[in-house]
């Protein structure tokens, strides 16, 4: 279910846009608690984002959304 709404297996295939909104939604997802699902949770008890996981989770997002922003602009002051 979950890899219908994001697989990492299709991001090469992926423009900037839908990259950004992608990294978008994962930051404000955990941040609204949303995620892991309860469903998940279930079953495996010990998978609770922490408020420092959250936290390096949309650091992560955040860097790699200005690194798609900077890629495009250095590939185009090499040629």
Not at 16 to 34: E, M, P, R
């Amino acid at each position: 279910h979950g890899r219908r709404h994001m697989n990492f297996s299709d991001w090469a295939r992926y423009d900037q846009a839908d990259a950004d909104q992608v990294l978008n939604d994962i930051c404000k997802t955990v941040k609204q608690g949303f995620m892991p699902l309860d469903s998940y949770t279930l079953m495996h008890r010990a998978a609770v984002l922490t408020p420092q996981d959250v936290g390096t989770l949309c650091a992560w997002t955040q860097t790699e959304r200005l690194r798609l922003t900077v890629a495009p602009k250095a590939s185009q002051t090499i040629k």
